[in-house]
């Protein structure tokens, strides 16, 4: 790496000093102290800051614990052995571009080395470490993502982030479509920014390179489309995002189903109104399932966990097989039996928005109480039971004991352990006689 460069700023405080309370975290000045110790410079940047600064302005409280990345003067193994100097422990996350974790107390912050690109290629950059704090800036996103907070609170504003941020302007640092093939995935962030701060417009000449650069997320990983769309879609604006970016024609780039916009937006306003906390999968399922495959194929995409790749097969279930909505209306024991008790919920909800009916309907809020409340009888008989009155082991048993909780569920569970013995016992001779 070269050797450091004449440190440059340009600083603004039209704001006066930012009033973060996180600001006064023994654990961030602690790390601000060991980095003090060893001759260097510490700032926070990004997005605890841009955060606090926008609450600022709506009038809002500050976040309450936010994810507070560093930015500092010190190489990394400056930045390592003065952690370590100072009783911290550290987590060699990202050395090669800079970054070390810092665990200071309970929390942890991301450190970086202030850089510079030397080379980029659409996705990963080889970087040269600086003391220049507005060449740092220059390289990064957003306007609003390069303002910077010293330990005091005083706001440092190298590429007008304050001006953008005041005027709820999200716009990229420089000639927008440079930064993007620079790196692909600001694309992604782009739209992840607006669905956090829905409040906030994208600068046309931002939307406008987007479109035109679209063709570069072929080349994202299916990891970190997952994460800027599980982010995405847990934002107040998802659905306005996801909008733009069907109309931009990044969702085909990245997502290759049939948008259900629609449907999104049903499914938000019943979470909304349910008091659910926002749902990366069901709403993704919402938004893009139209057919049983393509929760697979979704899946796939996004390299979902074995987790979230079972709830979106059974969501998808669900929403694909048109029956179930006046079915479980009719018999919801019979349509929620399969299911967990937090995938009978998701059902209904998909269900309820699939149905088109308003979030408030009275029909869906009694579907929706009983799904958050009922818990599924135990099916009374067992193999055994059936192997004593006479029936064989194998496949030919396993497809008798299905039959029987087929006639216990369409009897909507009434059927007792009795009547089932018989209706069995019926089946098996009438077997045997054949």
Same mark, same amino acid.
């Given at each position: 790496?070269?050797?450091?460069?004449?440190?440059?700023?340009?600083?603004?405080?039209?704001?006066?000093?930012?009033?973060?309370?996180?600001?006064?975290?023994?654990?961030?000045?602690?790390?601000?102290?060991?980095?003090?110790?060893?001759?260097?410079?510490?700032?926070?940047?990004?997005?605890?800051?841009?955060?606090?600064?926008?609450?600022?302005?709506?009038?809002?409280?500050?976040?309450?614990?936010?994810?507070?990345?560093?930015?500092?003067?010190?190489?990394?193994?400056?930045?390592?052995?003065?952690?370590?100097?100072?009783?911290?422990?550290?987590?060699?996350?990202?050395?090669?571009?800079?970054?070390?974790?810092?665990?200071?107390?309970?929390?942890?912050?991301?450190?970086?080395?202030?850089?510079?690109?030397?080379?980029?290629?659409?996705?990963?950059?080889?970087?040269?470490?600086?003391?220049?704090?507005?060449?740092?800036?220059?390289?990064?996103?957003?306007?609003?993502?390069?303002?910077?907070?010293?330990?005091?609170?005083?706001?440092?504003?190298?590429?007008?982030?304050?001006?953008?941020?005041?005027?709820?302007?999200?716009?990229?640092?420089?000639?927008?479509?440079?930064?993007?093939?620079?790196?692909?995935?600001?694309?992604?962030?782009?739209?992840?920014?607006?669905?956090?701060?829905?409040?906030?417009?994208?600068?046309?000449?931002?939307?406008?390179?987007?479109?035109?650069?679209?063709?570069?997320?072929?080349?994202?990983?299916?990891?970190?489309?997952?994460?800027?769309?599980?982010?995405?879609?847990?934002?107040?604006?998802?659905?306005?995002?996801?909008?733009?970016?069907?109309?931009?024609?990044?969702?085909?780039?990245?997502?290759?189903?049939?948008?259900?916009?629609? !449907?999104?937006?049903? $499914?938000?306003?019943?979470?909304? @109104?349910?008091?659910?906390?926002? =749902?990366?999968? %069901?709403? +993704?399922? /919402?938004?893009?399932?139209?057919?049983?495959?393509?929760?697979?194929?979704?899946?796939?995409?996004?390299?979902?966990?074995?987790?979230?790749?079972?709830?979106?097969?059974?969501?998808?279930?669900?929403?694909?097989?048109?029956?179930?909505?006046?079915?479980?209306?009719?018999?919801?024991?019979?349509?929620?039996?399969?299911?967990?008790?937090?995938?009978?919920?998701?059902?209904?909800?998909?269900?309820?928005?699939?149905?088109?009916?308003?979030?408030?309907?009275?029909?869906?809020?009694?579907?929706?109480?009983?799904?958050?409340?009922?818990?599924?009888?135990?099916?009374?008989?067992?193999?055994?039971?059936?192997?004593?009155?006479?029936?064989?082991?194998?496949?030919?048993?396993?497809?008798?004991? !299905?039959?029987?909780? $087929?006639?216990?569920?369409?009897? @909507?569970?009434?059927?007792?352990? =009795?009547?089932? %013995?018989? +209706?069995? /016992?019926?089946?098996?001779?009438?077997?045997?006689?054949?």
């Amino acid at each position: 790496m070269t050797q450091p460069t004449r440190p440059s700023d340009t600083i603004i405080t039209p704001m006066g000093r930012v009033a973060a309370p996180w600001l006064a975290w023994p654990e961030l000045l602690a790390v601000f102290d060991a980095l003090a110790a060893a001759g260097h410079e510490a700032r926070v940047v990004g997005g605890a800051l841009r955060d606090t600064l926008r609450a600022h302005r709506l009038g809002q409280p500050p976040p309450h614990d936010p994810d507070i990345d560093v930015a500092t003067t010190a190489q990394p193994s400056v930045v390592d052995a003065a952690a370590i100097a100072a009783g911290l422990e550290t987590r060699p996350t990202g050395i090669s571009h800079g970054t070390v974790t810092i665990l200071s107390g309970r929390q942890t912050f991301e450190t970086t080395t202030l850089r510079s690109d030397l080379n980029t290629d659409g996705r990963m950059a080889e970087v040269v470490f600086t003391q220049d704090w507005l060449g740092d800036a220059q390289r990064r996103d957003f306007t609003v993502n390069a303002i910077y907070s010293d330990r005091h609170g005083e706001v440092y504003d190298p590429v007008g982030g304050l001006s953008d941020l005041q005027n709820g302007v999200i716009r990229f640092i420089g000639e927008p479509r440079d930064r993007i093939r620079e790196d692909y995935l600001r694309t992604l962030r782009m739209f992840r920014l607006s669905a956090a701060m829905p409040e906030f417009v994208r600068d046309p000449s931002a939307n406008l390179a987007v479109t035109a650069e679209h063709n570069g997320l072929k080349r994202l990983s299916g990891e970190r489309i997952r994460k800027e769309m599980f982010s995405l879609m847990c934002g107040p604006g998802a659905c306005d995002a996801f909008d733009a970016m069907r109309c931009a024609g990044v969702l085909t780039k990245l997502l290759p189903f049939a948008p259900q916009p629609q !449907r999104l937006r049903r $499914t938000v306003q019943i979470e909304h @109104d349910l008091r659910r906390p926002p =749902d990366p999968v %069901l709403r +993704l399922v /919402a938004a893009c399932i139209a057919d049983p495959s393509d929760a697979s194929r979704l899946a796939s995409r996004l390299k979902l966990s074995r987790l979230e790749r079972r709830a979106a097969l059974d969501l998808a279930h669900v929403v694909c097989d048109r029956t179930l909505r006046a079915h479980i209306q009719l018999a919801p024991r019979d349509v929620l039996y399969d299911l967990s008790p937090d995938q009978r919920e998701r059902a209904v909800i998909l269900l309820h928005a699939d149905d088109g009916a308003p979030p408030d309907s009275p029909k869906w809020q009694d579907i929706h109480r009983f799904a958050r409340n009922w818990r599924p009888p135990e099916f009374p008989i067992a193999a055994r039971d059936l192997i004593r009155l006479g029936a064989e082991p194998g496949p030919t048993l396993g497809n008798l004991v !299905r039959d029987i909780q $087929t006639l216990w569920r369409k009897s @909507d569970f009434s059927l007792q352990r =009795d009547q089932l %013995l018989e +209706l069995a /016992a019926q089946q098996i001779n009438r077997s045997n006689d054949s």
